[in-house]
C-alpha cells in the first residue's frame, strides 16, 4: 500500500481530531462511527424520518457480517481478520446422539454463547463459504485484482456542505486508476451492469457514490473521475462485475442526497422526525389487487 496518507490526517483541509474537522483521515471503522457527522447511510434510513434512531441502534445483520469479512480480506490484507466461528456440521446432543447442527438445540445455543463471549462472531458454515467464494473471485479478476494491488483503504472523508458536517468511507481510491472503489455484494444475477444500476438506485448506491466524489474531490488534492463498483454475486460462481454509474444516474445521486440532506437539517431544526401521517388518510392498495379480485370473480 502506498503511504502517501500516513499521516493521522491529510487532505487540502485536514486539521487536528476535532468534531468539526474537515478532510481526510486515517480512522478505524469504530473511531469513524462514533465521530459526528451525516452519512449516506443514515439518508437511506430517513424514508420516513423517523426511522433513523432505530437505525443508529441497529446490530449488524449475517449479510453485513459477510459484507465485512469480505472488505477486510481484499482491502486489509495484512491486518489480523475479525475472529470467527464456524459451527461443525454435527453436534451431539443430551442424549449422546449425533444430530445435524441447528442453532435451535440447547447445546448449539450453548456453543454460540461461549463463542461470542470469546468475542468470536459467529457465522454459518454456508455464509462462510460465500465470503470465501466471494473474496476468491475478486482476487481471481485480472482487473479488480490490479486495480486493489496499490492505494489507500478505507479513509475517512469529512466534508462540510452549508454548515452540516457529513462524512464517507470510500472503500479504496486505487494508484492504478483516477476512480474511487466500493465493493458490493450482490444477490445472484444483480451483477450484471445495468441491473447493478437499477438496483443500484433502488439501495441508494447512487448517493454514495455522488457524496463520496464530490467530498473525496473537495477535501484532497487526487482529484478522481468517478466511482467503480466491484460488485460480487454471493452464489457460485460469484461472477464479478465492474460498474461506473452513468452521468444521469450520477446526477440523480446528487439530487436525491441533497434533498434528503435538507430534510435531515429540517428535521434536526424542528426536533420533529416524523413518521406516518398522523391524521386519519383513505387508502386503498395498488391497481393490481383490484384486478386480481376482478379476475378471480369473472
Known sequence: MSNQFSNRVVGTRGGDLVETATGVFQLTASEYRSRPGVSNSMLNAMDPPARLAAYVEDEPTA?????????????EPGKPPTPIAVPPDKYVNEKGESKDWTFNANVCKAWRTEMESAGKIVVTRADWAKVQGCVQAILNHRVAREYFTKGHAELSVFHDRNGTLTKARPDFAPDAIPFLLDIKKVSRGNGEPRRFATHAVKMGYHRQAWSYLSAWNEETD????????????????????????????MELGREDYLRRLALYEECKAT???????ESPVVAEPDEWVFRSCERDLA
Open 63 to 75: 449479510s453485513m457480517v459477510m459484507g465485512t469479512l469480505i472488505h477486510e480480506a481484499i482491502l
Open 222 to 249: 487526487e482529484f478522481r473521475q468517478g466511482v467503480i463498483f466491484v460488485t460480487v454475486e454471493e452464489e457460485p460462481p460469484h461472477l464479478v462485475s465492474l460498474v461506473q454509474l452513468s452521468e444521469r444516474t
Open 271 to 277: 426536533g420533529f422526525w416524523p413518521g406516518y401521517p
